[in-house]
């Protein structure tokens, strides 16, 4: 099933276009800084900002301001989850959850459930809330509203989910937590979701597509890996945040030293030990460009374990800053690095030169491919 | 004091407080059911009249009584179109009638019902709202089922204020109601007859009874929004 926009809305002197296929096999990311339009785009598609062009999905027509056609929010089942839930504090967390399903049943006029609807403890089961249903909602931690959240709108049996920035109200550990529930909720109840966030970290690990916003233009759309090497998406994630995403094969756990060893690029990388990933699966990784240094020979006496042969591909130098981007080939896979334009001159940098990439710190996207 | 009291005090006020209870939980009631949807409509509207909507709504608030009443007067007496179709239809004049009383007191007491709705309304946050639209509620059921619960203390606010001055009115209640007993002679008159006719013992006692009765009903309020921010904090 696919997603068809080609939406305008003006919000004040804001304006956002666009005009774009997006995949619902799974999740896409909608990226962008703040104020790019991200939100603004996942209230049109809700239903609850005005917007002129048209939404299809699938064969449903929700918007088409030609025709005339305008579906209210309540027809257009999009499960929405807002930043701090939004629960509905005169219930208990089980009368939040039963709120939807209450509405499924007198819309399908009945009581018995239908097939591929998410049973109610299937849901409360892959979310954990078992221990909090009669619970009241002011009481519950951020991290319990978002799965209550969470689980409310799969209980409305949504055609597609809109998660604007679900985690960002949470702190690091609570965040981390959430994620596999996320995870979970798209391999077993296979809802569509387009999943809003600032955080690229967050989109690597849920997202299959991404699609990048800025200043209410689609600046890139595709496959994740894909979207995050491009370099124009640099300038909107920052450079700082900047990076690539690369792929590598689990290759055995070393539990004396707590690390987990990966071919790459023709030789080994080692990262913190993670045994629930099977030997033999790949795995996608994600770099930062800061956490990238290049030398010209091998080094010796250096605490950083993680030494990759790579040929530069590109150099770009920064505009008004003394900070140069590299591009780097290793085994077939882009690596990038962030380092000072004074090194470029120093260790002669271009395009061609075989060099070492030093890698500080990597992390896990958190899909086996 | 009180022992000077006739003994058949209930007899002599008796007949005054029911009627002026009805009246106010008539007049509250009918509020309720009109101040609601209106007041919902106020805090959702973006009509470009809601300011003088909203003007003529608190009106009352800033009237004399006497000014209410005597348009309220001019608009029921069966000389004008409105009092002539009340008479056509129910055979009885408008004015001086319980049924007149009760238009009046609606009237006068709309800005205690629909001000403190509207508020509570309009604080209510959005994203419940949003995300109950979004979870299949219609606009109606969203109503129903989120707003108003969540507005339950602007509820309990407005019905309290509605009925306590509907109790309290005076100059609507002269001008259009007259003092009949049993039909339209309410404390607030009835304090003031005795007065005129120097029966302090009675308006004594029908002082302190509304005395009484405001205090407990002040208090109430205080107690309940107390609570409900300990609750919700």
Partial sequence: ?????????????????????????????????????????????????????????????????????????????????????????????????????????????????????????????????????????????????????????????????????????????????????????KSEFRVPMLYVSHSVDELVRVADHLLVLADGEVLAHGETGAVLERLDVQSVTGRFEGGSVVTAQVERHDPTRFLTLMGFAGTRISMPMLDRLEPGTAVRLRIRSRDVAIATEQPRGISIRNVVPAEVLEVDLEAGSPYAEVLLNAGNQHLRARITRDAVADLQLVPGGEVFALIKSVTFDHRAL | MLTELPPDLLVELGPTLWLTVQLAAATTLVLFLIGTPFAWWLANTRNVAKPLIEAVTALPLVLPPTVLGFYLLMLMSPDSPVGALWVNVTGQTLVFSFEGLLIASVIYSLPFMVQPLQTAFETIDRQPLEAAASLGASPLDVFVSIACPLAMRGFVSAGILSFAHTIGEFGVVLMVGGSIPGETRVVSIALYEYVETLRFDLAHTLALILVAFALVVLTCVYVFNRRAAVRVG
């Fill in chain 1, 1 to 185: 099933m696919m997603l068809h926009l080609d939406l305008r809305c003006r919000v004040g002197g804001f304006e956002l276009a666009v005009r774009e296929l997006v995949e619902t096999g799974g999740c896409t990311g909608i990226f962008g800084r703040s104020g790019s339009g991200k939100t603004t785009l996942l209230r049109a598609v809700a239903g609850f900002q005005a917007a002129d062009g048209s939404i299809r999905l699938g064969e449903e027509l929700w918007l088409d301001s030609i025709k005339g056609v305008n579906w209210p929010p309540h027809r257009r089942r999009a499960g929405y989850v807002f930043q701090r839930g939004a629960l509905f504090s005169h219930l208990d967390v089980r009368g939040n959850l039963d709120y939807p399903v209450r509405r499924l049943k007198s819309r399908h006029n009945s009581s018995e459930d239908w097939p591929g609807r998410p049973g109610f403890d299937r849901v409360v089961e892959a979310l954990d809330l078992g221990s909090l249903l009669h619970r009241h909602v002011n009481g519950l931690s951020g991290g319990e509203t978002q799965r209550v959240a969470l689980g409310r709108a799969l209980l409305s049996d949504p055609a597609l989910m809109l998660l604007d920035e679900p985690l960002s109200a949470l702190d690091l550990g609570r965040k981390v937590d959430i994620l596999p529930f996320l995870a979970r909720i």
